[in-house]
Nanobody, 116 residues
Framework: QAQLVESGGGLVQPGGSLRLSCAAS????????MSWYRQAPGKEREPVALITSGGGSTNYASSVKGRFTISRDNAKNTMSLQMNSLKPEDTAVYYC?????????WGQGTQVTVSS
């Protein structure tokens, strides 16, 4: 069955960088749009970044634009999120999402904490 596994989260100081990865299996990866979402304590899950199935188009939340970069490698069935200039308000659990038509898959999430 479809599986998404995130990795790369951790504790980082403000201004630092982290790179999140999402490994996909069990579905035809290159047919799916891929996204990163995040959920901070007490808040709803929100979209962070999206990349189309072929990787030709990306979209970002205004709060991360210019700091985060989403990418994918369809040959390796992986997706990444490079996060630079991290702020305390970026602290959240980050989730990988794959979507196509009525199909919608989620990973288990990885914690990112930005704190001094």
């Amino acid at each position: 069955q479809a599986q998404l596994v995130e990795s790369g989260g951790g504790l980082v100081q403000p201004g630092g960088s982290l790179r999140l990865s999402c490994a996909a299996s069990g579905f035809t990866f290159d047919l799916y749009a891929m996204s990163w979402y995040r959920q901070a304590p007490g808040k709803e899950r929100e979209p962070v970044a999206l990349i189309t199935s072929g990787g030709g188009s990306t979209n970002y939340a205004s709060s991360v634009k210019g700091r985060f970069t989403i990418s994918r490698d369809n040959a390796k069935n992986t997706m990444s999120l490079q996060m630079n200039s991290l702020k305390p308000e970026d602290t959240a659990v980050y989730y990988c999402n794959a979507r196509r038509d009525s199909y919608n898959y989620w990973g288990q999430g990885t914690q990112v904490t930005v704190s001094s």
